[in-house]
């Protein structure tokens, strides 16, 4: 490892550390190094507030002067929320750059780097690049097509079952990979399930670690047909928002408004439209969720190209049964030769459970 690689590791593991804080804003982290002694350390910790690259230089104070900012992300330029990081680098008197890959926001998009490089000083792109890119996976979608990074996860029996023929599912994985769940929906800024998972096991969709974040519950209900005394309707500990369709009852969605839940409209007739409910959060500046469904739903999204991600938590265990549902069901593809592969596929061992990490690669006619 380069020392230049070194550095800038040190500010990929700070950054990384307030994943779930940042939403929508990117991951950054930054280290300031004068006469190989690190004299500033920040990180990004939440939308709105001062960039990492601030509070490196607050921190450093005047030992930033000619010293070198490894930075994870290209510098911001403009003024948004927070004043331009590139303009406080050449404040502080900082002579050399260190970045790991450039900004995918258009609106910065290299521009940092030359009003840096326009006030003289040295510039060093592409260090840990890849690293940095996956760190922020969801940004990079988010900010290019303002549509949510999605991540579909499931448990599962080591046959493909996600409850027996009697539909009882608890528990299918240890509570060694509920815990890393939990953890995945603190990450996420929404959770999305189908009604049918209301109706059958009432969850309550939230993240039960110290500090945790409780993601935005998202439910597609074409009819509104979800309970109105289920717990995302009446605990208040996050809020819930429910997608449906043209035939959905008005008198419920009456009530359910009145109950505090928002109530999404999509072009679908008989069933949610995956591609809306997308597009919708999006807009309304949701930039990562965690599918949850059961077959159907999971199905839904994987069929129309949308899932970025999957997290499926495999449990050694044998259930059996032509009628115990599956995590993934639809009508699924015709020839072998046409389902989806899973690329960068990681195999992590939680408990008895293994995880399987990969992203889909979808077929292009």
């Given at each position: 490892?380069?020392?230049?690689?070194?550095?800038?590791?040190?500010a990929?593991?700070n950054?990384?550390?307030?994943?779930?804080?940042?939403?929508?804003?990117?991951?950054?982290?930054?280290?300031?190094?004068?006469?190989?002694?690190?004299v500033?350390?920040?990180?990004?910790?939440r939308?709105?507030?001062?960039?990492a690259e601030?509070?490196?230089?607050?921190?450093?104070?005047?030992?930033?002067?000619?010293?070198?900012?490894?930075?994870?992300?290209?510098?911001?330029?403009?003024?948004?929320?927070?004043?331009?990081?590139?303009?406080?680098?050449?404040?502080a008197g900082?002579?050399?750059?260190?970045?790991?890959?450039?900004?995918?926001?258009?609106?910065?998009?290299?521009?940092?780097?030359?009003?840096?490089?326009?006030?003289?000083?040295?510039?060093?792109?592409?260090?840990?690049?890849?690293?940095?890119?996956?760190?922020?996976?969801?940004?990079?979608?988010?900010?290019?097509e303002?549509?949510?990074?999605?991540?579909?996860?499931?448990?599962?029996?080591?046959?493909?079952?996600?409850?027996?023929?009697?539909?009882?599912?608890?528990?299918?994985?240890?509570?060694?990979?509920?815990s890393?769940?939990?953890?995945?929906?603190?990450?996420?800024?929404?959770?999305?399930?189908?009604?049918?998972?209301?109706?059958?096991?009432?969850?309550?969709?939230?993240?039960?670690?110290?500090?945790?974040?409780?993601?935005?519950?998202?439910?597609?209900?074409?009819?509104?047909?979800?309970?109105?005394?289920?717990?995302?309707?009446?605990?208040?500990?996050?809020?819930?928002?429910?997608?449906?369709?043209?035939?959905y009852d008005?008198?419920?969605?009456?009530?359910?408004?009145?109950?505090?839940?928002?109530?999404?409209?999509t072009?679908?007739?008989k069933?949610?439209?995956?591609?809306?409910v997308?597009?919708?959060?999006?807009?309304?500046?949701?930039?990562?969720?965690l599918?949850?469904?059961?077959?159907?739903i999971?199905?839904?999204?994987?069929?129309?190209?949308?899932?970025?991600?999957?997290?499926i938590?495999?449990?050694?265990?044998?259930?059996?049964?032509?009628?115990?549902?599956?995590?993934?069901?639809?009508?699924?593809?015709?020839?072998?030769?046409?389902a989806?592969?899973?690329?960068?596929?990681?195999?992590?061992?939680?408990?008895?459970?293994?995880?399987?990490?990969?992203?889909?690669?979808?077929?292009?006619?």
């Amino acid at each position: 490892m380069t020392n230049h690689e070194f550095y800038m590791n040190l500010a990929l593991t700070n950054a990384r550390a307030m994943k779930g804080q940042t939403d929508p804003n990117p991951l950054v982290g930054s280290v300031i190094v004068n006469e190989n002694r690190v004299v500033g350390v920040g990180t990004h910790l939440r939308a709105g507030e001062p960039h990492a690259e601030v509070h490196a230089i607050r921190m450093a104070g005047e030992h930033a002067r000619g010293g070198t900012i490894y930075v994870t992300l290209e510098p911001c330029s403009h003024f948004g929320r927070t004043g331009p990081c590139a303009m406080a680098i050449i404040g502080a008197g900082i002579k050399k750059v260190v970045i790991a890959t450039l900004d995918p926001n258009p609106v910065v998009a290299g521009n940092g780097v030359k009003m840096l490089e326009d006030a003289g000083i040295e510039v060093i792109i592409g260090v840990m690049e890849e690293e940095s890119r996956m760190m922020n996976e969801v940004f990079n979608k988010f900010i290019v097509e303002q549509k949510p990074f999605l991540t579909m996860k499931a448990g599962s029996t080591l046959d493909g079952k996600i409850a027996t023929h009697t539909a009882d599912s608890k528990w299918i994985t240890s509570e060694e990979a509920r815990s890393d769940v939990h953890m995945l929906r603190n990450e996420h800024m929404a959770i999305l399930v189908g009604v049918n998972t209301v109706i059958e096991d009432d969850p309550e969709l939230t993240t039960r670690i110290p500090n945790g974040r409780n993601p935005i519950r998202v439910i597609l209900d074409s009819t509104l047909r979800i309970p109105l005394d289920s717990k995302v309707v009446t605990d208040d500990q996050a809020p819930t928002w429910i997608f449906t369709a043209n035939q959905y009852d008005p008198k419920a969605k009456a009530i359910l408004e009145e109950r505090g839940v928002l109530i999404y409209h999509t072009s679908g007739i008989k069933h949610v439209d995956p591609n809306d409910v997308a597009r919708i959060l999006g807009e309304k500046l949701v930039s990562s969720v965690l599918i949850e469904g059961g077959g159907t739903i999971h199905a839904a999204f994987l069929e129309n190209q949308l899932v970025d991600k999957v997290e499926i938590y495999i449990a050694p265990k044998l259930v059996g049964g032509s009628q115990a549902p599956t995590f993934l069901e639809g009508a699924g593809v015709e020839l072998m030769r046409d389902a989806v592969d899973l690329e960068n596929l990681q195999i992590t061992q939680i408990g008895k459970d293994f995880k399987f990490t990969g992203y889909p690669k979808y077929k292009t006619n």
